[in-house]
């Protein structure tokens, strides 16, 4: 039989134990998009996982930094669509977030927003209008100027708006 396979079984008590990690999870709170808010948004033992999948036994060699920051991103980015994918969408992280709008403010194309969307890769073209809303009722300017929350003083910032 096919559960009879020890190795089996324990693959699968590990899937059932980062699901139930994930079901449990909130998901990501605010509207910040870095790297250290995806971080917060995903499950440590799911993290681990896909790190141990990804880097195997490279993972406890630490002499490449570049390798080590390239597969971080990665394993940030897949783990956020397992947050995602769980959650049917209702759990937002911060790269659906991030590139749904980046996505929609740059090419303005419903088609192209929805066609990655489908894919399990951003916010939806109806919530995205959302977003914005969120960032204006949460806004930190001044006579209406809104700054989103993980702005940086240190960079150059340029934006259009409209009336």
């Known amino acids: ?23 449990d999870t909130p998901g990501h709170q605010g509207l910040d998009v870095n790297e250290e808010t995806a971080k917060t948004a995903v499950p440590d033992r799911l993290y681990m ?8 036994s490279k993972l406890l ?3 490449s930094e570049y390798v080590h920051e390239n597969q971080q991103t990665r394993v940030l980015s897949i783990t956020q669509d397992f947050v995602y ?25 419903r088609q ?8 399990g890769d951003i916010l939806s073209y109806r919530q995205i209008p959302k977003l914005d809303t969120l ?14 929350p993980n702005s ?10 409209s009336c």
Request: proline share 2%.
């Open 1 to 23: 039989m096919l559960y009879e396979d020890d190795d089996l079984i324990s693959l699968i008590n590990v899937a059932l134990k980062i699901k139930r990690d994930l079901l």
């Open 49 to 56: 996982f896909l790190n141990v999948v990804l880097r195997g």
């Open 61 to 63: 060699d630490s002499t």
């Open 85 to 109: 994918a769980v959650s049917n969408g209702t759990k937002w992280t911060p790269k659906h977030i991030g590139l749904g709008s980046i996505l929609q403010q740059v090419t303005r194309s």
């Open 112 to 119: 192209l927003v929805e066609l990655f969307h489908r894919a």
């Open 135 to 148: 960032l204006a009722q949460n806004e930190r300017g001044v006579k209406g100027a809104v700054i989103p």
């Open 152 to 161: 940086n003083c240190e960079f150059f910032i340029h934006f259009t708006a």
